[in-house]
């Protein structure tokens, strides 16, 4: 029996949620991800204005309701008065992984200084991992490239299906396999560093 | 008709606030500022001790009530339990902005170990964009050479007046202007990466 | 008189606390400080499982009760719905350092791209400095060795003894020494830029 793999894709935005613009960022982020993780997953896509209740509700929908492991969402991570999906995702997750933010503005500065601007986070709600990626198509390409080799391992341990990447990018897991405890460390042996 | 624009400079020191040092930090940012930023600006200055609510009320007022579309801040990032003005900025804040810190962290890092018990953040509240800076003049220059470039558009997406970097710094707008909505990125070319 | 200074070190793990692994973050934690810290000092041990409230209550009696002036933790820091090792941390810390996790992710990087799921953080509890350590142990060695040569000064800040390093690590403090306010710095030199 085939596990139904779904993975969320939410655009943020005012005018692309009035029709004001073709949304770019969507496509950009479906795209990347059919390139670069397998095996074959269904996206579930949505296109919402910067409300934080809109957004919170539909990351919830997306994660209890249609049953995604990997949430990736586009817009609203700058410091206008109406961006406000990392307050969105904080508020919808049971934990924070800011290890995501940090490599991806790490990521976007070799581009442009104005990166550090970008508030982009991670969290884990249930067996979901919610990524917020920039909103700049060719800026989503680059931080997805730097976090997708740790996203399978991550839904291994939060209880997801087992993903994969192809193409270029390689998933990373501990020798030891989706078994172990990445914190804790203890059933793992000294072999990856 | 030329827009009046105020920049903020406050020393957070109790020592200095009791006259019991001559502060070198306000200064330091001020030289630094007058030096990298234009056009033409009026600093609001003060000297104020390491108490949470004197913090916090003096920063809203520089935001609030001078006006200033920039405030910076010098002293009270450390890890004694007198510093405080992370927790203060915090308290003022509408969103935080955790890239500044990261990136002045790792800016100071080079220079010396101890960089990673600086807990500076920034902020915005408003118009008004707030940094914590270091205490060290010399640290001062340094953290402030790192985000300058990104300043200018930082204010322009938060609504306040356009400024512009002179001297060796680059201020940094993304091609299309201030029109543009960093975040949501979906009216931006892929011309920047 | 000689200052009795005492070093906490807490794995958290369900297992290792059920006894069904042998703890190999502990004796690597202590292995590594007893090589690198110096003078000599106590270790105070404790093997507990992944609740929060037990993760709390320790670190609040190796604190204030055991008067340990550094407690390292290994185990509960990754994405898992057990690991709370960062949130118990949060809970108990007067303020936190993000200084200390984005360092030690960024070293971690450099192993596996896995360490963005990290979520160590470190903070300070009245006179006490309480760092979150990888779960694996070759990865606490690397983590150690990069924020070393930052926690005497650190210690010095908060009230605490007199630590320092040996063997290869060494650690800083300011030219000006330990009454320095690293925050303030105003009776800083500019020497270390």
Known sequence: ???????????????????????????AMLEHLRSHVGPSWTP?????????????ATLIEMCDGEGCCLVVTTGGTGPSARDVTPEATEAVADKML????????????????????S????????????????????????????????????????GGPHLDTISDITAFRPPEGGSSHLASGL??????S
């Open 1 to 27: 029996m085939k596990v139904d793999i779904r993975i969320g894709l939410v655009t943020i935005s005012d005018r692309a949620s009035r029709g004001e613009y073709v949304d770019r960022g969507g496509p």
């Open 44 to 56: 579930v896509v949505r296109v919402i204005p910067d409300e934080q209740h809109i957004i919170e």
């Open 98 to 117: 800011p290890g995501f933010g940090e490599l991806m503005r790490q990521v976007s500065l070799r581009a442009v200084p104005t990166a550090i601007l």
């Open 119 to 158: 508030r982009q986070t991670a969290g884990i709600r249930g067996n979901s991992l919610i990524v917020n990626l920039p909103g700049k198509p060719s800026a989503i390409a680059d931080c997805l490239d730097a976090i997708l080799p740790a996203i399978p391992y991550c839904i291994d341990l939060i």
């Open 187 to 192: 059933a793992q042996e000294e072999s990856s």
